[in-house]
């Protein structure tokens, strides 16, 4: 992994950040703050950027690349949109990672520490919590849609496999 340590100054990587929905909405200030808690990181294809079962503070999202979501080492889902968030269920409830994430190309993210949110006082406390748990809403609202329409389909594809057993069934009872 190579880091990029200075983004405040790096005006493509905070285009990149503008051009995310979920943080178009935040104030320049805003943005500067969550750019003081982050760094830009790049992983090689193959490198591990999460692993299942351990303990950290660090969210991501995804500026370029594609990643691996890996359950007992096999992959379950990909990312590859600019702004793709990954990293933070552990972080919501402070479990270890439930699943891996991977590199399947080269990658770039913002990473961010949220545990940074605790060292601070007062008023910026309040903000930036507020920020990051109206991120945590909106993706985890939004994967919760994804979720239910997947389960309608499966639950109608079910459905329309329990009929066909069912045909076969009577067409194997009617045989001599």
């Known amino acids: 992994m190579s880091a990029r340590t200075n983004i405040k100054e790096n005006r493509d990587i905070i285009q990149k950040l503008r051009d995310i929905p979920i943080l178009k909405s935040m104030s320049r200030e805003d943005l500067r703050g969550l750019l003081s808690m982050s760094k830009v990181a790049t992983y090689e294809e193959e490198e591990y950027i ?9 969210i991501y999202f995804l500026l370029s690349g594609k990643v691996g979501i890996l359950k007992q080492g096999e ?6 949109r600019l702004g793709d968030l990954f990293g933070e269920m552990g972080v919501i409830d402070g479990s270890p990672r439930s699943a891996s994430i991977i590199a399947l190309k080269e990658t770039t993210c913002l990473s961010i520490d949220a ?13 930036f919590s507020s920020i990051l748990y109206r991120i945590f809403s909106e993706i985890l ?18 459905s329309i496999l329990k009929d066909d057993l069912e045909r076969a069934n009577d067409k194997i009872l009617q045989l001599p």
Do not use: F, H, P
């Open 50 to 58: 999460i692993r299942e079962g351990q303990y950290d503070n660090w």
């Open 75 to 80: 992959i379950i889902a990909t990312l590859q």
């Open 115 to 127: 545990s940074y949110v605790d060292r601070l006082e007062g008023g910026s406390k309040i903000i």
């Open 141 to 158: 609202a939004n994967r919760l849609r994804m979720a239910d329409e997947e389960l309608v389909k499966l639950r109608d594809e079910n």
